[in-house]
Nanobody, 124 residues
Framework: QVQLVESGGGLVQAGGSLRLSCAAS????????MGWFRQAPGKEREFVAR????????YYADSVKGRFVISRDNANNTVYLHMNNLKPEDTAVYSC?????????????????WGQGTQVTVSS
């Protein structure tokens, strides 16, 4: 059982930056590939980024590539999403997800555990 708690969301102007954190409970965090997803009002949940168990392998959605960076700290059971050059279309609830596999989830159906989400709002 893994519990995930996100933090770091908020209101930011376009062009600004935020860092989201996802703290995981349990002693087996390094067994899970991790991912970030987002859901805007009226839209389906979409993939943002994922990383491998070690954090060495990373993969991004085209819409955030070059602006967002996923990283993890296995010693502190935390995964991060560093978001730079934010745009109004990045506004959404961001959730982290854990998958008991080498690589984190790309599709929501692959996730074994979810956090509750944190709101990110980017004003123009």
């Amino acid at each position: 059982q893994v519990q995930l708690v996100e933090s770091g969301g908020g209101l930011v102007q376009a062009g600004g930056s935020l860092r989201l954190s996802c703290a995981a409970s349990g002693r087996t965090f390094s067994s899970y590939g991790m991912g970030w997803f987002r859901q805007a009002p009226g839209k389906e949940r979409e993939f943002v980024a994922r990383c491998s168990r070690s954090g060495g392998s990373k993969y991004y959605a085209d819409s955030v590539k070059g602006r967002f960076v996923i990283s993890r700290d296995n010693a502190n059971n935390t995964v991060y999403l560093h978001m730079n050059n934010l745009k109004p279309e990045d506004t959404a609830v961001y959730s982290c997800a854990a998958r008991l596999a080498v690589y984190g989830p790309i599709n929501p159906s692959e996730a074994d555990y979810w956090g509750q989400g944190t709101q990110v709002t980017v004003s123009s």
